[in-house]
């Protein structure tokens, strides 16, 4: 196991305590090569849901939650990679230099860090506030690893509404020592595309995105943001202010 996931896994075991109850049981992250070195030129993309709920037998095992990612067996899992490999070309418009390699760009977790049970985990309104918080604590602790690491996703996608809330303030309130500025776009695009600016190079996207398993009609995928016109518009203007910095 690289480095990088061994200091995450612990990060985890450590904030997501266990109390040996099946409803206790805490996840572990899918983290791809991009992020540990393997694939030093890929993109890095970190996909967020809230798609975790298993029968009580199930829920204390933190392995099964990257395999469920890495064997793309259900339904939520394929549409991650799907939307994310879509997604990709939109960062090569900022890092054309990078490569997306799959399923070793991906750094797939959840804003809830616990399994839940299927009464609670097929419903985003009956998910516990006080799990959305202690899953936000760990976001924030998450993030200053993978910065200190100097890994920071290029991209960070968040599925669904309930999820939103509890991530993108760790990127703005309070700002991060990582984070130069929070810029969220305006008009339609409010809230789906938004660029946090790093201290040098090009800013990290922040999208929200409707939950892949979700009412269609609702919220926006990916292609539905792709094919918006200010999409395009702002990822233009970012690539132009990076090629002005360096020529």
């Known amino acids: 196991m690289s ?9 985890y ?3 997501i305590p266990e109390d040996g109850s099946p409803a206790s049981g805490r996840i572990h992250p899918f983290i791809g090569g991009a992020f540990t070195g393997e694939h030093p030129q890929g993109l890095r993309i970190m996909a967020l849901g809230i798609n975790c709920y298993a029968d009580d037998h199930l829920q204390s095992r933190s392995s099964w939650f990257p395999a ?6 259900y339904r939520f899992q394929r549409a991650v990679l799907k939307q994310a490999a879509a997604l ?5 418009t ?3 230099d990078r490569n997306f390699v799959g399923k070793a760009s991906i750094y797939h977790s959840n804003v809830v860090k616990r ?15 006080a799990l959305f918080s202690e899953g936000q604590a760990l976001f924030r602790e998450e993030l200053r690893t993978l910065a200190e690491a100097g890994v920071l996703p290029h991209l960070v996608i968040v599925f669904g509404n309930r999820p939103w809330s509890h991530v993108w303030p760790s990127f703005a309130q309070p700002k991060p ?4 500025a929070y810029e969220p776009t305006t008009g339609r695009l409010f809230h789906h ?22 009412a269609r009609g609702k919220g926006m995928d990916a292609a539905g943001l792709i094919a918006h016109p200010d999409f395009h518009t702002v990822l233009g203007q970012e690539a132009a202010k990076l090629r002005q910095a360096v020529g």
């Open 177 to 180: 020592p990582w984070v130069r």
């Open 94 to 96: 900022l890092l054309p």
């Open 115 to 129: 399994w839940l049970p299927v009464s609670l985990g097929r419903h985003a309104h009956r998910v516990p506030e």
């Open 3 to 11: 480095t990088l996931r061994s200091t995450i896994h612990a990060l």
């Open 13 to 15: 075991d450590r904030l």
């Open 193 to 214: 595309l938004n660029l946090v600016h790093l201290h040098s190079g090009p800013p990290l996207l922040l999208i929200k995105l409707r939950h892949p398993t979700g």
């Open 88 to 92: 990709a070309p939109a960062v090569q």
């Open 68 to 73: 469920m990612f890495e064997n793309q067996k």
